[in-house]
């Protein structure tokens, strides 16, 4: 079973920038594809960002599609999101998982998940 660690995550202001990152145990990262979801206080996780196995195909969210990007380096087994231009609606905690099955926009597509990293954006 894989295990998924999550890091990056922080204060900022608004307009800055963070890199999220979450490293994979197990051999077989290259093979399934990734996502990162996000939770604020009082709502349902949501869908940011996904990735293919082999990196070339990239899905977003459209509240954060222009700012954040998503990238992965399979020999790290390491996927990455970038954010940019952040802004206080972006805080929450951010998850990443990896893709089972399905849709890669829903939450019920992915299995397992990491524990999370906080993202706090300040005004």
């Known amino acids: 079973q894989v295990q998924l660690v999550e890091s990056g995550g922080g204060l900022v202001q608004a307009g800055g920038s963070l890199r999220l990152s979450c490293v994979a145990s197990?051999?077989?990262?290259?093979?399934?594809?990734m996502g990162w979801f996000r939770q604020a206080p009082g709502k349902e996780r949501e869908f940011v960002a996904a990735i293919s196995s082999s990196g070339t195909s990239t899905y977003y969210a459209d509240s954060v599609k222009g700012r954040f990007t998503i990238s992965r380096d399979n020999a790290k087994n390491t996927v990455y999101l970038q954010m940019n231009s952040l802004k206080p609606g972006d805080t929450a905690d951010y998850y990443c998982a990896a893709h089972d099955s399905g849709t890669y926009y829903i939450v019920k597509s992915y299995g397992p998940w990491g524990r999370g990293t906080q993202v706090t954006v300040s005004s």
């Open positions: 197990g051999r077989t990262f290259s093979t399934y594809a």
